[in-house]
């Protein structure tokens, strides 16, 4: 296996969990959360895909976020602002994120994941290696970059499919 398409499969699962965590449900359960300051279905799903968009947008030559360019941010119920990506949001912003439907989450991220899955199956060992962040030390490779958002990704889609577990009746 080579390692883009060890990429392509990583990625490729977080659809059928983003979906499963979002699909039949309704605005109001979106927005539920299941204690004072605790994080919303909708909050989670947003702020994985907002982190995918942001990261992946910074690997790519003269791209924009589609967060920025599409029209996602009015139907999930926020701004198109390019640096808000969910982190170090409070109560009061995780409550601000109220999206419309399942299907204002899905639009938002199945065009993320399409820029992901065709980024990363382009990808050639070699690319892995490229610096990309020099803030760190060590400073960041692309491939490390790329598990980080991984990582991050399925964490919270997990976290969205317990929240949905824990939905009142």
Not at 36 to 64: C, F, K, M, Y
């Amino acid at each position: 296996m080579q390692v883009n398409e060890l990429l392509v499969e990583g990625f490729g699962r977080l659809p059928d969990l983003v979906r499963g965590a979002v699909e039949g449900l309704d605005a109001q359960q979106l927005r539920w959360a299941p204690g004072p300051g605790a994080n919303s279905i909708g909050w989670l799903v947003w702020h994985l895909t907002r982190v995918q968009d942001d990261h992946v947008t910074d690997l790519l030559d003269g791209a924009e976020q589609l967060w920025v360019t599409g029209d996602y941010a009015s139907r999930i119920g926020l701004k198109a602002r390019a640096h808000d990506t969910g982190y170090g949001h409070g109560p009061q912003e995780v409550a601000a994120v109220r999206p419309e439907s399942p299907e204002a989450l899905l639009d938002y991220f199945d065009a993320v994941y399409a820029r992901t899955h065709s980024f990363v199956a382009g990808l050639t060992p070699a690319d892995l290696d490229r610096i990309v962040d020099e803030r760190w030390d060590p400073p960041v490779t692309l491939g490390v970059r790329l598990i980080s958002v991984l990582d991050d990704d399925t964490q919270h889609v997990g976290q969205a499919a317990y929240v949905r577990g824990l939905l009142p009746a």
